[in-house]
């Protein structure tokens, strides 16, 4: 019990401290590196509450997705943070005045919080005991609700179906691969070995350039026309 | 409701048969187009019809109940709605054929789009929990995005694609919020269980009463109700025209078929909550359909406005709160669904010397240069303004008793004014190609276009001699909401 609450106090401090550093360091990469050691501690504190698969989709979806992508954002794009930053002192006051607001009113909700009075038993939730909660939530997402996963899976499918006939324009520049003009090529085709006699320049010996690579078949009847030679 | 004890059969699965079968067609059609050599489009709409057609059939053979854990139904009702959304969307196939060989759109992601739509459409129809409709809506409309926009070197389907696309993400965003505050004052987000907590009126919070009006508009909004149409007509005439067709026909049926058994399911016992606005609705819809269709020049546009009028009066229906509006609003529907698809097909035929033509005035003297396409095109619009015997009478008869029924004179008279204003707009169609002197023909008309304005033409026309199976099946669907 000890060691659960020193873990869960160390754990919440190494995040306040890494979300003020988030907000406050001056390169841009290490606020995105705070961010992520923030993710870890949330996650590990997570863990505490046992609810481990929320830790682990955490890590893998923010630190593993969303903090790379930040990453890629702030690197490629050239932000000028500290004009960004420009006006802090001015506009501090009424930002601050803003989140008492906004605290106030939260603390007001928060504190006239009731259920209504049906809705506890209306409410569905795999209560089963001694199940993991990770096997609760596959329970329930991927039985109970298996229709509404696969019909999200569908919108999700349209959606790229949408995106590629929408935008996808088929240049003939565009070089495809064949593959099995790959396999099928000979090393005869492209390749002629040469005697070279030692001491010859190649203009003496009638090499002027390399033989031009063989015009294939297929290319005759594939409008992306594919060079059989060079790989 | 133990859920770790469930095992995966006791979720029934087999109901969602049909959509799991259209899905895989869908995957195959799609792998089949990108591994295929040449173009696969003609081959690929071949194959979507096909599998529209077998999915019909099970659909015709399922079992009824409920699935997946409560998020999905198979009833009467669904079946009813997944056939005439499935019946659109082969009709709506089989026009693009010839359609996007002429405007080089021949690309074979377009039918796998129309079906992954189809699918959404499906899942609204089965929809039993507000997760289930969301998926439904957003997988139907996310493929009609991109179909609007399929013209991508055209300034105006791209920008009906954008313009869509942007209202639609408002719709979402509307309807998510509505969802969320429904759950959170009722805890649930079951069709079954709001219903349950909701049996009592007096239940009712402000909140959740919020809550319905943000659904109501997200779905107002795919059905296009005033005052939620403004982006009708921009999307319906620069969309390419068989999306048109598609989009005025089939995600208007599924999304009024979701509205209706929301409305009349979970929130059946509110009735007085949300039946002035769907009175609202419905009479701004009527009279906008029929007033701001007037001075249109562009067939597309017409029909734009023409569909905003439609789905007013299917909203009466509604409105009636009872188990004839409902069967009046599934008639409705399915009368709306053959004329509208019948009158695109003519609209698609409109080319002069290769060029597609859009305007009114291009059909002058078609009575003389091609009187077959005149008598189609007359019998729609005859239709469409609700002359007998033709099914659109039938349909607005079906309607206008529900609400008089209820005693709501005062909609029902107001739905006969607006028809006989509509009637000026439509006949005035009919007027220029009987009377105007006579323009240049138009190019002979594809096979696949005359086929789909003959059966929306011949079940137009003789649905008055024999619309018992359709009457009965209504029936029995509405029943369901109301049993």
Partial sequence: MMIAALAFYVFAAILIASAAMVVSARNPVHSVLFLILAFFNAAALFLLAGAEFLAMIL???????????????????????????????????????????????????????????????????????????????????????????????????????????????????????????????MAGDTLEMMDVRSGAGVRELGIIRPKPAPEPEVAAHDDHGHHGGGH | MGGAAMTWMSLNWTLALPEIVLSCCGMAILILGVVSRGNFFRLGCMLTV??????????????????????????????????????????????????????????????????????????????????????????????????????????????????????????????????????????????????????????????????????LSGLALKVSAVPFHMWTPDVYEGAPTPVTAFMASAPKVAAMALLVRLMASPFGHLLAQWQQLIVLMSIASMLLGSLAAIGQRNFKRLMAYSSIGHMGYALIGLAAGTQAGVRGVLIYLVTYVFMNIGTFALIIAMRRRGRAVEGITDLAGLGRTD???????????????????FSGFWGKYFIFTAAVQQGMWAL????????????????????????????????????????????????????????????????????????
């Fill in chain 1, 59 to 185: 890590v893998i979806v923010y630190v593993g997705a969303v903090a790379v992508l930040f990453l890629f954002v702030v690197m490629m794009l050239d932000i000028n943070f500290s004009q960004l930053r420009e006006g802090f002192q001015r506009y501090a006051p009424v930002g601050a005045t803003i989140g008492v607001v906004l605290l106030a009113e939260l603390a007001i909700v928060l504190g006239g919080w009731k259920f209504a009075p049906g809705a506890a038993s209306l409410r569905f939730a795999p209560r089963a005991e001694g199940v993991h909660n990770t096997a609760q939530l596959g329970q329930l997402i991927y039985t109970h609700y298996i229709l509404l996963f696969q019909a999200s899976g569908l919108v999700l499918l349209v959606a790229m179906i949408g995106a590629i006939v929408l935008t996808l324009r088929d240049k003939t520049s565009s070089r495809h691969q064949v593959i099995a003009q790959q396999i099928g090529r």
């Fill in chain 2, 412 to 483: 029902a008279v107001i739905g006969v004014l607006t028809s006989v204003i509509g009637a000026f707009y439509y006949i005035r169609i009919i007027k220029v190609m009987y009377f105007d002197a006579p323009d240049e023909a138009f190019d002979v008309r594809p096979a696949s276009l005359s086929f789909v304005a003959g059966v929306g033409g011949l079940f137009t026309t003789l649905f008055f001699l024999y619309p018992a199976p359709v009457v009965a099946a209504a029936e029995a669907a509405a029943k369901v909401l109301f049993g």
């Fill in chain 2, 371 to 389: 009187p077959a396409m005149a008598l189609g095109l007359a019998v729609f619009m005859f239709s469409m303004a609700g002359i007998p015997p």
């Fill in chain 2, 50 to 215: 096909g599998a529209f057609l077998l999915t019909a059939m099970l659909v015709l053979s399922g079992a009824n109940g409920v699935g997946y854990s409560g998020l999905f139904v198979t009833d009467a009702y669904s079946v009813f709605v997944k056939l005439l959304v499935l019946a659109a969307a082969t009709l709506g196939v089989v026009m693009s054929l010839d359609y996007n060989e002429h405007e080089n759109l021949r690309r074979f992601e377009f039918p796998v789009l129309m079906l992954f739509s189809t699918v959404g459409m499906m899942l609204m129809a089965s929809a039993t929990s507000l997760m289930t409709m969301y998926m439904g809506v957003e997988l139907m409309s996310l493929s009609i995005y991109v179909l609007a926009a399929f013209a991508r070197d055209e300034l105006r389907s791209s920008e009906a694609g954008l313009k869509y696309f942007v209202l639609g993400s408002l719709a979402s965003g509307l309807l998510l919020y509505g969802v969320s505050l429904i759950y959170g004052f009722t805890g649930s987000m079951d069709f079954a269980l709001l219903a349950k907590a909701l049996s009592d009126p007096a239940s009712a919070s402000p909140g959740l009463v919020v809550g319905i009006v943000f659904v």
